[in-house]
């Protein structure tokens, strides 16, 4: 059974960093594509940042430059480090794990951390 559990969220100013981590169970993280999603109500679900199997990293436009995803195989976990945080970077954000090479419909969640950026 795949289990994918967020932390470090919280609340921070605009300006400041937050390194999110996701702790898997049941899977290797450097086996499976990974990728960090962020949600606001009203919104559909969007993908943030994404490592492959092979390692190559995607981010989206509006984080490219601030954010970093990366992986540790041997704690079995994945981080998104957020640098310079804007408020409408404001969400909950998911973890996510997929079967294939690159992410593209993750097959499994966690169930999010919210991070919240005051101006």
């Known amino acids: 059974q795949v289990q994918l559990v967020e932390s470090g969220g919280g609340f921070v100013q605009a300006g400041g960093s937050l390194r999110l981590s996701c702790a898997a169970s049941?899977?290797?993280?450097?086996?499976?594509?990974m990728g960090w999603y962020r949600q606001v109500p009203g919104k559909e679900r969007e993908a943030v940042a994404r490592?492959?199997?092979?390692?190559?990293?995607t981010y989206a436009d509006s984080v490219k430059g601030r954010f970093t995803i990366s992986r540790d195989s041997a704690k079995n976990t994945v981080y998104l480090q957020m640098n310079s945080l804007k408020p409408e970077d404001t969400a909950v954000y998911y973890c996510?794990?997929?079967?294939?090479?690159?992410?593209?419909?993750?097959?499994?969640w966690g169930r999010g951390t919210q991070v919240t950026v005051s101006s």
């Open positions: 996510a794990a997929g079967t294939t090479a690159v992410l593209v419909r993750p097959t499994y």
């Open positions: 049941g899977t290797e993280v450097s086996r499976n594509a």
């Open positions: 490592i492959s199997t092979n390692a190559l990293t």
